[in-house]
Every structure is written in C-alpha cells, then in structure tokens.
C-alpha cells in the first residue's frame, strides 16, 4: 500500500530564515505531487505541482519554491520566510496514470515569529 | 477559472440525523468529483469520489452528482459525534484538484 510521509511535523521559524520541507511517497511509481498551504481559516491554495522528476509547474507566483529530485520525492523551499508564509503544508499525491483521487501527507504547521 | 462553492457553516445536527452537504461548481466540463473530511489540526481524508450522475453509497455517506445542475451533495446518514469535521468539496482539473473552502458540520450528542 501506499504511504506519504512528511517532516518536521511542526515548525516554528523567525522571519528572513530559510525553509525546507520535505515530502516522500512510498508504495507507487511515477506519482503526481502537490504542494499546498492551508492558512488558518482559510481553503487550500495549491502551491505547486510535478508530473515527473525535475517538473514543477508553479500556481501562485510567492518566494516559495518547489524540486523533485526523486520520482518520490518533493521538497518545498524558501530562502526568506515572510509572515504571511505561516500555515498548514501539505503535500499531496496522485497516481500518474489511473485514478484521478489525491491523497495528503499528515502535513506541517508552520508558524513563522 | 473553475470554482466550487460551499456554505461555511457550521451545519449542526444532532446524534442519529442526516446530515447533508452540498456544493455548486462553476465548469460544466468537469467529470469527477470528490468529498474529503478533515478534522481540526489534521490533514483532509479521502472519503468519497463519484464520476457519474445520480447517486453513489458507501456505508453511511452517500455521494449524489447532478451535472445538469452543477451540485454534487454528500448525505451522511446516522450522524455521530465523531463526523464532526469540515467536509471539502473538490472537482478534477488535467492535473489538479479545485477545492471548495469547506463546510464546518457539527454532529450533536
């Protein structure tokens, strides 16, 4: 079966720091990932997304970044956070070929001070 | 631009009623829709997905889809406590999810 783990499950970072975010999906091949945040009483905005290693297509132009190095893996990155970058993260996954279903990772709060 | 639209809540029912969430959407092209749960301080759960119209059961959920109409609905059935959550709504793109913002149900004891 398929599993999506992401880490740090929280985390709290002073504004102009950096930011890394990782994600990784087992269990499948040749996913589709997702990046999205979710702000507090807020819907979710997708950030990011990738079809294959070293594809990202960009949703909302922001200071964030995104790379898939691996078929499994997506790492979403900042170089300077700002306060507005505070929320939920969630990465997400979805077969490349087949269902159309996504299913998230458990997802990482961040707050930024 | 796709859109899809759901009241924000809260929808309290009590222990034991049908709770019943809908959502509109905008694309008359999309095909497949989907019903995620998400509980406070977690991540959204995949509970129902339904590509075609009329309805589509799954113990106590039930999925209804009208094209014509552009609304799918989620019925839940025998509501308990713990369906307390937010239910989001979303619809299928070529390669992405548009998510509604999420109706807020309480289920009261």
């Known amino acids: 079966s398929q599993t999506i783990h992401q880490w740090p499950a929280t985390l709290v970072q002073p504004v102009g720091s950096p930011l890394s975010l990782e994600c990784t999906v087992e269990g499948t091949s040749n996913p589709n990932l997702y990046w999205y945040r979710q702000a507090a009483g807020r819907g979710l905005q997708l950030l990011f997304y990738?079809?294959?290693?070293?594809?990202i297509s960009s949703e909302v132009p922001q200071n964030l970044s995104a790379s898939r190095p691996q078929d499994r893996q997506f790492i979403l990155s900042s170089k300077k956070l700002l306060l507005s970058d505070s929320g939920f993260y969630l990465c997400?996954?979805?077969?490349?070929?087949?269902?159309?279903?996504?299913?998230f990772g458990p997802g990482t709060r961040l707050t930024v001070l | 631009q796709k859109e899809v639209e759901q009241n924000s809540g809260p929808l309290s029912v009590p222990e034991g009623a049908i709770a019943s969430l809908n959502c509109t959407y905008s694309?008359?092209?999309?095909?497949?829709f989907f019903w995620y749960r998400q509980y406070s301080g977690k991540s959204p759960e995949l509970i129902m997905f339904?590509?075609?119209?009329g309805d589509k059961e799954d113990g106590r959920f039930t999925a209804q889809l009208n094209k014509a109409s552009q609304y799918v609905s989620l019925l839940i059935r025998d509501s308990q406590p713990s369906d307390s959550a937010t239910y989001l709504c979303?619809?299928?793109?070529?390669?992405?999810?548009?998510f509604g913002k999420g109706t807020k149900l309480s289920v009261i004891p």
């Open positions: 979303a619809l299928d793109g070529s390669y992405q999810l548009t």
């Open positions: 339904i590509y075609s119209n």
């Open positions: 694309d008359r092209g999309s095909q497949s």
């Open positions: 997400a996954w979805r077969p490349g070929t087949g269902g159309n279903e996504q299913f």
């Open positions: 990738s079809v294959g290693i070293g594809q």
